[in-house]
């Protein structure tokens, strides 16, 4: 499977971008002690005007550098953990229905659609007001507005796979119920859960740039969105506050995506062999 | 006996006016930021309240730029020889939006009865007043306690906004439907107001003084976005700003363009002093080192210069170098991190973080509250900002729910009227931002401020607040932080905008285009 | 002339990396007008690719290297695309394995006919509709009139194989290419389409390529017969000469696995029961909402029989006789509805689940599809010990049982360590009876165990079975549609229909004395039966 996905262009590209953001986000307190927020020089400075500042300086006469360094901290961060919550609460939820069926699924499922019809990012801005805009609270108000595709995903991937033969053999074979569910079901559902979750740490860092600008982020975290939001009302006169967080956001986020193309086809081929094998069947 | 003849100051309003023909007509767009909460001045005295509602409110008196009474609702007034007895009399005709006719009673109503509740500024005032009395339907007695010189100070339309009596007597007055649709006696009447986008006040036709206003309507509009704010003077749609609504990075660029014309005037009444409420009661603010500690931590200078374009001056201390009785002989705070850690290690400052709240009024604030909370950290402060919109920060610092928090509150020309108020003990009360918030408790210093108010000649007064100065500075109640400075910048065909000690407030009460 | 195909040397690459570099290598052969040629040969010998290539439906990454295929004096691999698809359907038709994914599910019979007249541009409406129906009565289909208007999924299997012949025959081809279009039918249907495509050949004087990999499918219907294997023709002739006087040794082989008539000795078998079914019964209900009437299908139809220990008992039915629930209610895969299920005296159709858990040893299955029915992410020695240690073995004996399984059914200790996708179809069978083993059944039930398996590799598995029931007195019932399977292992057999047990006999009884009609019925319809045992009458004699 490492062959074709290392044989994929994109995906690799995707893969290199994405360990340079981690890099750069990793070795972001040695390459800058002081920290996102100290002010070094004379504000709005150009990229390369100075020394030592190739990306210029913001308002407050901060190394523009510096926060694009800490801002990866952020942004990688949020994206990772409110994925990580994210599924969670969704693969659980989405196994134990599509596992057990009937009043299970019914619950599990009408629970799911509550919160599918209610507008994404609407609500993430709703609960993140509510709660105080935090790191914390970002990361939650996220986590809750993404758990329902997995819930779908895992639900529709179990009930797949539970006809499968080898989870009769398993019950044949003296199994419990939970234990079949954990070591013989949901092993089989990961390829496609691993292949969403690089979609949503995506989205998530795409959902926690969107609140920062709006002025929802955590005021002190320095993240991307952030960036963005504070060079707004500068922005005719000081291009470079908006543009380089923006790429970085661009770049990250294009990076996932490909990595999660490249996975998705690098999972692919075994699924479709495999249904094409077992085409052979009394009619 | 000093006798102020009121015909001599209307002939000197005479000779104030201009000169040149003022032609009638026209509308004028002025921008507020952030949008008001309310109009009814009575309730509500925030900034944009202020600057809407002074076209639709008057007062007894007016101010000129040297701070000097002119006449308002008061045609003209004497005060008795002991400072003691204030008499005014009211001009005839004078009519509420509402066709109801104006009269000494709405005076006494606003002033003993409706304002001694909402206005908690007022009331620091009308703490010296004995009683309030109205031997006609437009003569109006005020009768001090005590002689108070600032009292005459006091009748300026945010201060004493004069309201109806017939529409709030005896009502729930937060809850009183007309709040919507303010009544007043001013030269503009309130029209309409589209919430998010503009307020819309038209010209009073019945007003008092023939001829005025020139103007046919002011509209006031709502844009949340700096940006689109200078956008939009710049695209000629709308035609003021008001000091403090654009960034102050965009002013150069926008009074060098064309036809652009910008003043300092017009705040001389209000001496916009910035700082930071320190919570007196708990957490590590609580403790005077720690305060010390955070004024010497601070590169103010640093502030002024990046984030208000040189615009202002460092504050030394509670009193605004423009208001009377200002003295710089104190312990000068400059920015000196040593001197910070040392205090900071003599208390044992353990870590603790201290919560900061900025001024939700834009991007200004956010970059000065990180450059202080960067500026502690510095020393080893532990600081974080919270989030927070108009509404969230009203109910935090009025509910002392803070430990930093940004503020900045207009002095009004004289201590005893808008500077006292922020620590004096009998101003401790919760439900409002703009007393004594910060908790500061002093009886000894109490009593001085109450003497030094009530003393005769200027020269005792200027010795007691001296005295107060170098006190109060020593023990940092609150981190005091610039005298600010906000420019108004109009178009140069607009005439006569700023003629008064509140500028913009009730500038287009004069204000005429020429064509 | 009357040949309507030749293929000459043909080679068709397979893309870099497949398990060899042609799919197709150098094979050339020709059908003449009104002549039925079958291909055989097990998966992977290249016949479908074959026919893919005539009508330019290689997958993406194969292409054709060589050769020619001359249809009606022109060379159709080189032909446009534009061209070809004039041919296709009006000169060349095809009709597929799968009925249900060729035919399109959400269009009804009569306008997918319709259809490929209207891709040709040929007649009116109404004139189409009336050649639908004339077709569809052509090929046999009940009451033509709500078949026109009937959807595929409301058909049954040979029914909708019948409508795609009908499609195939639309536009009168003078070539029909059949890709295995039996193998998923039941053997009574089989038998009827094999009867309908010669019909159709004496009628039409198609020429007719089938592909199959049943010889009892060439006995019926060859003319001529070529074997493939990995890419080549191995060998070829006329039906009749093949069949009975095979050159190429892998053709012997290939008719040696054939399960033949012939029949067993008959063994002793002890009388104690392994398993007792008694009055089992299992109905499935389907609709019973508010408009729709509830749809009774009575499963399993107070069906009774035993399998005595050290016995196979063989349960043959075709599709919908309810064999494969009998099975699975047995293990309690299902719950029953009402009888009993007696092993070792206990019965498992009354016990909670909690309880069943502790007695599910006692009764294993070893399933069809040798693909799903180990976890692919497991490997083989956790597939095997999983059971017995859920039971309480200690891990280590389970282990070590383990092994020595794997080594019984032919595989070797190491494939222990091994994954599912190391190994082949047999090899995974082998692994699921070791599986089964692995629990210390008192029976194991083979559900269609043999069915997904190539021919040769089917002979080696029943081999397995039967050296098992040898050495270790294994019990098993034997579910399966194929007659001749079953008497190659079987001690009794069992015949099922609808849900109710039609007879039970020893499988001399059933084969040489059949007393129901159904079970004549299902005799007769064997593909190549009569072939099958004169064949083996010679080599027997031989």
């Known amino acids: 499977m490492w062959k074709r996905f290392s044989s994929n262009m994109g995906a690799m590209v995707g893969v290199v971008l994405l360990l340079a953001v981690i890099v750069v986000a990793l070795t972001a307190p040695l390459l800058f002690p002081n920290g996102p927020w100290q002010m070094v020089q004379r504000p709005f400075l150009a990229p390369m005007a100075v020394d030592g500042l190739p990306l210029g300086t913001d308002t407050l006469g901060r190394n523009v550098a510096a926060q694009l360094a800490y801002g990866a901290r952020v942004s990688l961060l949020v994206g990772l953990v409110s994925t990580l919550v994210a599924l969670l609460i969704g693969v659980p939820l989405g196994a134990l229905a599509g596992f057990y069926g009937s009043w299970v699924d019914e619950g599990a499922m009408r629970f799911t659609e509550f919160f599918q019809t209610i507008p994404n990012f609407a609500l993430a801005i709703v609960l993140v007001a509510i709660f105080e805009p935090s790191l914390a609270s970002i990361t939650i108000a996220i986590a809750i507005v993404s758990w329902p595709p997995v819930a779908r995903l895992v639900r529709a991937e179990v009930m797949s796979v539970r006809k499968r033969e080898f989870v009769d053999a398993a019950r044949l074979a003296g199994l419990t119920r939970p234990r079949i569910l954990l070591t013989q079901v949901l092993p089989n559902t990961v390829s496609p859960i691993i292949v969403m979750a690089s979609l949503m740490v995506a989205t998530a860092i795409l959902l926690e740039s969107s609140l920062s600008f709006l002025g929802l982020g955590d005021p002190n975290a320095m993240s991307w969105g952030y960036m963005i939001g504070a060079a707004r009302t500068v922005i005719r006169t000081s291009w470079w506050l908006s543009f380089f967080p923006g790429i970085a956001i661009v770049i990250t986020v294009l990076a996932l995506n490909l990595i999660g193309e490249g996975l998705n086809d690098a999972f692919n081929p075994h699924l479709s062999r495999r249904r094409a094998r077992a085409g052979k069947e009394k009619a | ?515 | 002339m009357s040949t309507t195909l030749s293929i000459e040397h043909l080679t068709i690459d397979l893309p870099p990396g497949a398990d060899r570099p042609h799919a197709v290598d150098d094979v050339s052969f020709a059908i003449d007008k009104g002549e039925i040629l079958c291909v055989v040969g097990e998966s992977g010998s290249g016949k479908s690719m074959t026919a893919n290539a005539l009508m330019g439906l290689l997958p993406p990454g194969v292409k054709v290297r060589a050769g020619r295929a001359l249809f009606e004096s022109r060379d159709i691999l080189k032909l446009p695309e534009a061209e070809k698809q004039a041919l296709r359907g009006a000169r060349i038709a095809m009709i597929f394995q799968e009925p249900m994914t060729a035919l399109n599910p959400l269009m009804r019979i009569g306008d997918q006919i319709a259809e490929v007249f209207a891709a040709h541009d040929r007649f009116t409406t109404a004139e189409r509709r009336k050649k639908a129906l004339a077709l569809i009565t052509e090929v046999g289909l009940p009451d033509p009139e709500k078949i026109i208007r009937a959807y595929p999924f409301q058909l049954s299997g040979g029914q909708r194989q019948r409508a795609m012949i009908a499609m195939a025959l639309a536009l009168e081809p003078k070539l029909l290419i059949a890709d295995e279009p039996t193998t998923a039918l039941d053997v009574t249907t089989q038998a009827q389409i094999l009867k309908l495509i010669l019909d159709l050949r004496d009628r039409r004087g198609m020429a007719v390529m089938f592909i199959t990999h049943d010889f009892g499918v060439v006995a019926e219907i060859a003319d001529q017969v070529i074997v493939m294997r990995e890419g080549r023709v191995v060998e070829r002739g006329t039906a009749a000469r093949v069949l009975e006087q095979p050159e190429h040794p892998y053709t012997q082989r290939l008719l040696e696995a054939i399960p033949t008539g012939k029949l067993p000795q008959a063994r002793a078998v002890p009388q104690e029961p392994a398993l007792e079914i008694k009055a089992l019964r299992k109905t499935y209900r389907t609709g019973g909402g508010l408009f729709k009437p509830v749809r009774e299908v009575r499963a399993v139809d107070d069906v009774s029989l035993t399998v005595a220990r050290g016995e196979v008992l063989g349960l043959v039915g075709e599709s919908g006789s309810g064999k494969s629930t009998l099975g699975r209610t047995a293990v309690r895969l299902v719950d029953p509805d009402g009888g009993q299920v007696l092993v070792g005296g206990t019965d498992l159709a009354a016990l909670s689940e909690q309880d069943l858990r502790a007695q599910r040893h006692k009764v294993q299955m070893v399933f069809q599809d040798p693909y799903a029915s180990l976890n692919p992410r497991q490997k083989i020695m956790g597939a095997l010990t999983d059971g017995p240690i859920a039971k309480g073995v200690p891990r280590a004996q389970a282990q070590s049982r383990a092994r020595e399984l794997l080594e019984i059914v032919g595989l070797g200790a190491d494939a222990a360590e091994r994954y599912p996708h190391e190994f082949s179809g047999g090899q995974r069978q082998r692994i699921g009876i070791a599986r089964a083993l692995a629990m210390d059944p008192e029976l194991i039930i083979a559900d269609e165990a043999v069915s997904a398996l190539d021919v040769s590799i089917q002979a080696q598995v029943l081999d397995l079975l039967r050296d098992l029931r040898e050495r270790l007195s294994l019990s098993i019932l034997f579910i399966t549609h194929d007659l001749r399977v079953a008497a190659q292992l079987c001690d009794r057999i069992a015949v099922m229909q609808k849900g109710r047990l039609v007879e039970i006999g020893t499988v001399h009884q059933i084969f040489l004395t059949p007393q129901q009609d159904y079970t004549r019925q299902l005799l007769a319809a064997v593909p190549g039966a009569d072939w099958a045992d004169s064949w083996q009458q010679q080599a027997a004699g031989a």
């Open chain 2, 1 to 515: 006996m000093t006798y102020l003849k009121a015909t001599t100051f209307l002939i000197a309003a005479a000779l104030a006016a201009p000169v040149a023909a003022q032609q009638a007509g026209g509308r004028l767009d002025i921008v507020v930021q952030p949008e008001p909460p309310g109009l009814m001045l009575g309730l509500v005295q925030n900034g944009p309240t202020q600057l809407v509602a002074g076209d639709i409110y008057e007062s007894l008196l007016r101010y000129d730029t040297d701070l000097v009474p002119q006449p308002s609702l008061a045609e003209s007034w004497t005060i008795s020889d002991d400072g003691l007895v204030y008499t005014f009399t009211l001009r005839e005709g004078v009519t509420w939006h509402d066709g109801t006719p104006f009269t000494a009673a709405d005076v006494v109503f606003s002033a003993d009865v409706f304002l001694r509740e909402t206005h908690a500024r007022l009331r620091s005032s009308l703490a010296y007043v004995d009683s309030i009395t109205a031997p006609d339907d437009l003569t109006v007695v005020f009768t001090l306690k005590e002689p108070f010189g600032p009292f005459i100070n006091a009748f300026e339309t945010g201060t004493m906004p004069i309201v109806p009596k017939h529409i709030y007597d005896g009502t729930d007055y937060a809850n009183n439907p007309a709040n919507a649709t303010p009544i007043g006696t001013g030269p503009f009447k309130f029209e309409a107001w589209e919430k998010g986008s503009y307020i819309h006040l038209v010209k009073n036709e019945d007003y008092y003084i023939d001829g005025l206003p020139y103007l046919d309507e002011v509209f006031y509009r709502v844009i949340p976005d700096a940006a689109a704010r200078a956008v939009a003077f710049e695209t000629g749609e709308v035609d003021v700003l008001p000091g403090g609504s654009v960034e102050n990075w965009d002013v150069p660029r926008l009074t060098q363009m064309d036809n652009v014309c910008s003043t300092g005037n017009g705040w001389e009444f209000f001496a916009p002093h910035a700082w930071m409420w320190l919570n007196n009661r708990e957490g590590p603010t609580a403790d005077a080192k720690f305060r010390q500690a955070v004024m010497y931590a601070m590169d103010r200078e640093f502030v002024k210069d990046v984030v208000w374009n040189g615009y202002g001056k460092v504050a030394t201390g509670p009193i605004s170098s423009k208001t009377n009785f200002y003295s710089d002989d104190v312990t000068i705070y400059d920015h000196n991190p040593d001197k910070a850690k040392e205090l900071l290690a003599e208390m044992g400052y353990d870590g603790t973080p201290v919560r900061l709240l900025p001024l939700p009024y834009g991007e200004t604030w956010q970059r000065w509250a990180e450059a202080v909370r960067q500026n502690l950290s510095e020393v080893g402060i532990n600081v974080e900002i919270e989030s927070t919109d108009v509404a969230g920060w009203n109910e935090k610092t009025s509910q002392w729910d803070y430990d930093m928090a940004f503020t900045y509150l207009y002095q009004y020309g004289d201590p005893a009227l808008g500077v006292s108020r922020n620590y004096t003990a009998d101003r401790i009360q919760k439900g409002s931002p703009w007393n004594n918030v910060e908790g500061y408790d002093n009886p000894a210093l109490d009593a001085k401020w109450a003497a030094a108010a009530t003393m005769v000649t200027p020269e005792e007064r200027a010795a007691a607040y001296l005295d107060i100065q170098k006190e109060i500075i020593d023990d940092v109640p609150v981190a005091w932080l610039l005298e600010l400075e906000f420019p108004t910048i109009y178009r140069c065909d607009i005439k006569d905008l700023v003629t008064t000690g509140i500028g913009v407030n009730d500038g287009p009460r004069n204000a005429w285009i020429e064509k």
